[in-house]
């Protein structure tokens, strides 16, 4: 089974350059995953892809099974993540929409999500705890390979950048965006945890691509932000985001 995965996220729930071989429902033990996984071919290499919202686009973020999602990638034999996400612009340098940003730190502002795989036993208090390093959460090969695949693409993106979780599904307010400016946030999305936490426990190579679709709230000249607006972005710069994806893959 491929060793690469890429999970699609807003604006990408088909990755049109796959190559189909085969769609796979895989149980697990967590539930349902999103919807099926399709294994084919991206530029050669032998991938699968999921599309996080379901297909089509249905989920919203605070209802989406991560557990079931990775860990029906982790069962599939998958060793290495690539993972899509639609986002808001904070810091000055990605407040344009299409800017695409490699992140390398999170904050999560997320509560009540299924975060982790470790489980409570009554006779064994203790044996479910996993207490991971995530000092650095998209450290690793996949990260490597975005940021060279976007480089071999001839794509400008931000090599580093620390991404805001929330919980969503509304967008944040303004005073809520400023405070995560303070806090050192350069964008902010839904969707990346407990997905890269989830990942890292079950020593998958995580990294994640981010597609800036407007500036987060109160940053931009227009104070309201729209559905439309932002899809107008994203159907453009999924096109770009894609590009790096063909390339990342055949350099892990």
């Given at each position: 089974?491929?060793?690469?995965?890429?999970?699609?996220?807003?604006?990408?729930?088909?990755?049109?350059?796959?190559?189909?071989?085969?769609?796979?429902?895989?149980?697990t033990p967590f539930g349902q995953p999103s919807g099926q996984l399709q294994l084919g071919v991206v530029a050669g290499q032998e991938v699968l892809f999921l599309a996080r919202h379901g297909q089509p686009h249905k989920l919203a973020p605070h209802q989406i099974n991560y557990r079931a999602n990775i860990y029906?990638?982790?069962?599939?034999?998958?060793?290495?993540?690539?993972?899509?996400?639609?986002?808001?612009?904070?810091?000055?340098?990605?407040?344009?929409?299409?800017?695409?940003?490699?992140?390398?730190?999170?904050?999560?502002?997320?509560?009540?999500?299924?975060?982790?795989?470790?489980?409570?036993?009554?006779?064994?208090?203790?044996?479910?705890?996993?207490?991971?390093?995530?000092?650095?959460?998209?450290?690793?090969?996949?990260?490597?390979?975005?940021?060279?695949?976007?480089?071999?693409?001839?794509?400008?993106?931000?090599?580093?950048?620390?991404?805001?979780?929330?919980?969503?599904?509304?967008?944040?307010?303004?005073?809520?965006?400023?405070?995560?400016?303070?806090?050192?946030?350069?964008?902010?999305?839904?969707?990346?945890?407990?997905?890269?936490?989830?990942?890292?426990?079950?020593?998958?190579?995580?990294?994640?691509?981010?597609?800036?679709?407007?500036?987060?709230?109160?940053?931009?000249?227009?104070?309201?932000?729209?559905?439309?607006?932002?899809?107008?972005?994203?159907?453009?710069?999924?096109?770009?985001?894609?590009?790096?994806?063909?390339?990342?893959?055949?350099?892990?």
């Amino acid at each position: 089974m491929a060793r690469i995965a890429i999970v699609g996220g807003t604006g990408l729930n088909q990755l049109e350059s796959l190559e189909l071989k085969d769609t796979i429902t895989q149980e697990t033990p967590f539930g349902q995953p999103s919807g099926q996984l399709q294994l084919g071919v991206v530029a050669g290499q032998e991938v699968l892809f999921l599309a996080r919202h379901g297909q089509p686009h249905k989920l919203a973020p605070h209802q989406i099974n991560y557990r079931a999602n990775i860990y029906a990638l982790h069962l599939l034999g998958v060793k290495h993540i690539m993972a899509v996400n639609a986002v808001g612009g904070i810091s000055l340098s990605m407040l344009a929409g299409g800017h695409i940003c490699v992140p390398d730190q999170v904050i999560d502002y997320t509560w009540g999500r299924e975060h982790t795989f470790a489980q409570y036993h009554p006779e064994q208090p203790l044996a479910g705890n996993q207490h991971i390093d995530f000092s650095a959460p998209f450290e690793g090969a996949a990260r490597a390979a975005l940021i060279q695949g976007a480089e071999k693409a001839g794509i400008d993106v931000s090599n580093g950048g620390v991404y805001g979780c929330t919980q969503g599904p509304r967008l944040e307010t303004a005073a809520e965006i400023h405070r995560m400016g303070r806090d050192g946030c350069d964008i902010v999305g839904m969707t990346a945890m407990p997905e890269a936490a989830l990942a890292r426990e079950l020593d998958i190579d995580y990294a994640g691509v981010s597609l800036v679709v407007n500036p987060a709230a109160g940053l931009g000249d227009d104070e309201s932000i729209t559905l439309e607006s932002m899809m107008e972005v994203v159907n453009t710069g999924m096109i770009r985001v894609t590009r790096i994806l063909e390339q990342a893959v055949n350099l892990l």
